[in-house]
Nanobody, 123 residues
Framework: QVQLVESGGGLVRAGGSLRLSCAAS????????MGWFRQAPGKDREFVAA????????FYADSVKRRFTIFRDIAKATVYLQMNNLKPEDTADYYC????????????????WGQGTQVTVSS
């Protein structure tokens, strides 16, 4: 089975930067895309960013566009999330996930998820 492990979270002041990593292991890795999601205390999980594995095309939530950058290292089977100009509202547990399918009815299918890494942004 594919295992995803996030790292790089921590405490940072508003305006600062942080880089998250998500490494895939447990066998041959193959995915349509890799995505980052976050969940703030008391709130629902929300989409942050995604990258198509082969082409490198990226997608971002409006809330993080122009501040966050998602990129990957194919050889290392690792996806990163570079977070710049962090804001207190970015505080959340961040999760990476591997997309394994898509349908009109169900939307994007993510079968593999990491354990999460905590990001706290102080004002």
């Amino acid at each position: 089975q594919v295992q995803l492990v996030e790292s790089g979270g921590g405490l940072v002041r508003a305006g600062g930067s942080l880089r998250l990593s998500c490494a895939a292991s447990g066998g041959t890795f193959s995915s349509l895309s890799m995505g980052w999601f976050r969940q703030a205390p008391g709130k629902d999980r929300e989409f942050v960013a995604a990258i198509l594995w082969t082409s490198g095309n990226t997608f971002y939530a409006d809330s993080v566009k122009r501040r966050f950058t998602i990129f990957r290292d194919i050889a290392k089977a690792t996806v990163y999330l570079q977070m710049n100009n962090l804001k207190p509202e970015d505080t959340a547990d961040y999760y990476c996930a591997a997309q394994t399918g898509y349908s009109v009815l169900a939307g994007y299918k993510y079968d593999y998820w990491g354990q999460g890494t905590q990001v706290t942004v102080s004002s």
